[in-house]
């Protein structure tokens, strides 16, 4: 059976993979495992919980994926079939930045540096990265605490999100723009758009990313270990049940950070 696209990990880049380590670790505690694709190239972190820190061994310039990009390396979308998504945007002129190889082959990935406005997409095909690092749970088959919603800033939401779901059948609903910028969109796909950015705010992106907002069942306990750590509340949302969620801004090597309790997400993704 097919299943929608979905957001399933987001990327960047780190400058000390074992500094990323330990703050993950003392800071959330979460923890990281590592492939074996290029491992003289990239040093590449990656959890059920759907973050990905990427350090590089060789400059930049010599690297074909990262060619448009800058430190934030992709929103990855779990899609039925990434080369049906290919054709889609080949079809208008749009073409992959880069092709991944996964193991085994001929499995790969798609990533698409432009084409849409900033933001670095990644298709790859339902199942395929999971496979390959097995045994390992899809985002949506994962336990918290893992990524609930990917917020990215965009100039117009009524264009990215068309875009978005012409190529990738991405529906959308509006939804609490939390004080991050003037409207938001998000869906069951876990990518939240925003338009109208707050100054503030927008000082704490990275390059397109707003934020990774995270679940934890003992939301409240990160809460004050990251406070306690010195990152600050940059913005509070009161959900329906009561409970807060906060926007801290930049926390994980400049990866702009929010939390939330896993009962919240349904209002999270704009289905309560």
């Known amino acids: 059976m097919t299943r929608p696209t979905r957001f399933c990990r987001l990327a960047w880049i780190v400058p000390d993979m074992d500094a990323m380590e330990r703050q993950l670790a003392d800071l959330l505690g979460l923890s990281l495992r590592f492939g074996s694709i290029a491992t003289d190239v990239i040093k590449a972190g990656i959890e059920e ?119 990738f059948d991405m529906d959308w609903v509006e939804t609490d723009p939390a004080g991050l910028g003037t409207r938001a969109v998000v869906g069951r796909h876990r990518v939240k758009l925003v338009e109208g950015v ?29 406070k306690a750590a010195g990152y600050p509340v940059v913005r509070p949302r009161r959900f329906a049940s009561g409970r807060e969620g906060w926007y801290f801004g930049r926390v994980l090597a400049d990866l702009p950070l929010a939390i939330f309790h896993p009962d919240d997400e349904a209002e999270a993704l704009g289905q309560g």
């Open 49 to 167: 919980h759907g973050l990905e820190p990427i350090q590089l061994f060789v400059p930049r310039e010599t690297l074909p994926f990262m060619d448009g990009i800058g430190r934030f390396v992709e929103v990855a979308l779990a899609v039925d079939d990434c080369d049906e998504s290919y054709r889609r945007l080949a079809a208008d002129g749009i073409l992959p930045s880069f092709t991944s190889p996964l193991i085994p082959a001929p499995n790969h990935e798609h990533l698409y540096a432009r084409g849409f406005d900033g933001i670095p997409i990644l298709a790859c095909t339902d199942g395929e990265n999971e496979a390959m690092m097995a045994p390992f749970l899809d985002l949506e088959a994962a336990a918290p605490p893992k990524i609930g919603v990917c917020t990215m800033m965009v100039d117009s939401i009524d264009d990215m999100a068309a875009r978005l779901t012409r190529y």
């Open 198 to 226: 707050a100054a503030d705010v927008r000082e704490q992106a990275l390059d397109s990313i707003i934020a990774a907002e995270m679940m934890f069942p003992d939301h409240i306990e990160i809460c004050e270990r990251l």
